[in-house]
């Protein structure tokens, strides 16, 4: 085996700070520590109740303690062996794929499975078991783990595979941070000829025909991902862009690609300043920024570059800001593919008459359960938006609650902060299996957060 090793000295900071998820829709004062080494955790950990957390792209309140402890993991972010024969890492949790991608996407390695943003760690991945563009063929973050290290609420570190503690390693993966800390974990990375992708748009006119067509391209291409026009109503409900595309491997590519086939982006070169007032998001303004983003996902070139592809969000850093100070939340759900047309049609007519002001979204197929016990997708059809917290967001929210239960779907708590616990019960029926799970490795709830409360996880 080849191995590479890294050693990179940390200062130890700690803090009293006030801490939001990345919808910014409700702030809390958190104690924040952030260990320089994974190392240094256990003998940090508060018993009186602590969360980890990691780059905070989570939207909703899933990282933050009000009150109290909350581990910062990202400068616990150290490489610490990689095989170049088989592309497997063994990395500190608070790596981010950010991170990774930038080491290894020169060398031909890339993460198995991403997110829509890069700037996720490792940790926040097997949480939140993340999915990405190409979950119906290559399912969940969780295929890409071998195995990782956890601090138990004990102070003992164990490990955690699908041999050793499989019932942690399971349950991990959904368990949003409330099992223990993550460590380290050995994750495979994906051979990759190029950083670019081959593309290709479809335009879509409406729900009907998008959903066949998202079904008939299921086995031809492993990512793809539609975002509809939110002014198209009635008829034309459902109207959008489909982008499908694979890896590009070096013959697809055009000679002036050819030429640095493994070129990776830099940091985003535009911020958002500050949090923009609220007239800023006007049904003007909405229905400007929507035709720009069918247009661009329309004319996709055949050829594209990992970071609009994957990241198209990225290249604005702290994008979040423009839905103002109130902040925002995004609604993601699944519901199954029986019924799934009429189900969704009738969602989606109860988003668009409502008032409210969403446009970014995102229409996909998801495949098979993974296996983690509280991982969120489930085969169906997939949609997610953003609404600008308003005065009627969280009623609107619980309407829908509704209508995917009754369709047999569920939502996904790495985007929500307004699902009630009796719904959440009822959407997971293997609570009660990882409750068995917390109680036998967390018998205190030392690991708790504003989200475990809520839901009641805790
Ligand atoms: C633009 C954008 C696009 C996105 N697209 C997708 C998508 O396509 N698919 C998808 O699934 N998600 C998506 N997400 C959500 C994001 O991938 C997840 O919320 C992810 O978990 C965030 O990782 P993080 O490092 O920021 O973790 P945080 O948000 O900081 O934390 C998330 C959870 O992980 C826990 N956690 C973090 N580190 C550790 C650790 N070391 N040990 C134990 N628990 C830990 C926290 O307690 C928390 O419960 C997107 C988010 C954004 C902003």
Same mark, same amino acid.
């Not at 829509?116 to 996720?120: L, S």
């Not at 070096?250 to 055009?254: A, C, G, I, M, Y």
């Not at 985003?268 to 958002?272: D, F």
């Given at each position: 085996m080849v191995q590479r090793h890294y050693d990179v000295h940390r200062v130890r900071a700690e803090s009293s700070t006030r801490l939001t998820g990345w919808g910014a829709n409700m702030r809390v004062d958190c104690h924040l520590t952030e260990p !320089?080494?994974?190392? +240094?955790i256990a003998a940090q950990l508060d018993q009186a109740g602590t969360i980890a957390r990691g780059l905070?792209? &989570?939207? !909703? +309140?899933?990282a933050i303690n009000a009150g109290g402890q909350v581990i910062g993991?990202? /400068?616990?972010?150290?490489?610490?062996?990689?095989d170049e024969h088989t592309g497997t890492l063994t990395c500190e949790? #608070?790596? &981010?794929l950010e991170r990774i991608i930038h080491d290894f996407a020169p060398c031909g390695w890339f993460p198995m499975i991403t997110p #829509?943003? *890069?700037? %996720?760690t490792v940790g926040g991945c097997i949480a939140n078991d993340i999915h990405g563009k190409a979950h119906h063929a290559q399912g969940c973050f969780l295929n890409s783990v071998d195995s990782m290290t956890v601090l138990l609420a004990s102070g003992e570190v164990v490990v955690a595979s699908r041999s050793v503690n499989p019932d942690l390693f399971w349950a991990t993966f959904g368990g949003m941070g409330l099992l !223990?800390?993550?460590l380290t974990a050995t994750i495979r990375l994906r051979k990759i000829e190029t950083t670019y992708f081959h593309q290709r748009s479809i335009r879509v006119n409406n729900l009907e025909e998008m959903l066949t067509a998202l079904d008939e391209h299921d086995d031809t291409f492993p990512y793809s991902v539609a975002t509809l026009d939110v002014l198209a109503t009635g008829?034309?409900?459902? /109207?959008g862009v489909l982008t499908l595309g694979d890896h590009a491997s070096? +013959?697809?590519? @055009?000679s002036q690609l050819a030429a640095d086939p493994l070129r990776i982006s830099g940091p @985003?070169?535009?911020?958002?300043p500050f949090e923009l007032?609220?007239?800023?998001?006007n049904p003007l303004s909405i229905r400007l920024v929507n035709a720009v983003i069918q247009r661009i996902q329309a004319s996709a070139a055949p050829i594209g570059h990992y970071e609009s592809f994957?990241?198209?969000?990225? *290249?604005?850093?702290?994008?979040?800001? !423009?839905? #103002?100070?109130?902040g925002f939340t995004q609604y993601q759900f699944v519901i199954p593919f029986t019924d799934g047309p009429s189900r969704m049609r009738e969602i989606l007519t109860a988003i668009l008459s409502s008032g409210e002001l969403p446009f970014l979204n995102v229409l996909k197929r998801l495949g098979k =359960? &993974?296996?983690? %016990?509280?991982?969120?997708?489930?085969e169906g059809y997939t949609f997610a938006i953003d609404f600008p917290i308003r005065r009627n967001t969280a009623a609107l929210l619980r309407r829908l609650d509704a209508m995917v239960l009754d369709a047999g779907g569920r939502i996904y708590l790495g985007k929500? &902060?307004?699902? =009630?616990a009796s719904t959440f019960r009822t959407m997971y029926p293997a609570l009660d299996n990882w409750l068995a799970t917390k109680a036998k490795y967390d018998p205190h709830c030392v690991f708790t957060s504003n989200l475990g409360r809520r839901v009641g996880l805790v």
């Open positions: !320089g080494f994974s190392s +240094d905070g792209r &989570s939207y !909703g +309140d899933c993991m990202t /400068r616990a972010d150290r490489c610490l062996c990689f949790a #608070g790596v &981010s #829509g943003t *890069k700037f %996720v !223990g800390v993550i008829a034309h409900l459902g /109207r070096l +013959d697809d590519l @055009p @985003p070169k535009l911020t958002v007032p609220e007239f800023t998001l994957f990241y198209p969000l990225d *290249k604005i850093a702290r994008w979040n800001r !423009g839905y #103002g100070c109130r =359960e &993974s296996g983690g %016990v509280l991982s969120f997708p489930q929500d &902060s307004y699902v =009630e």
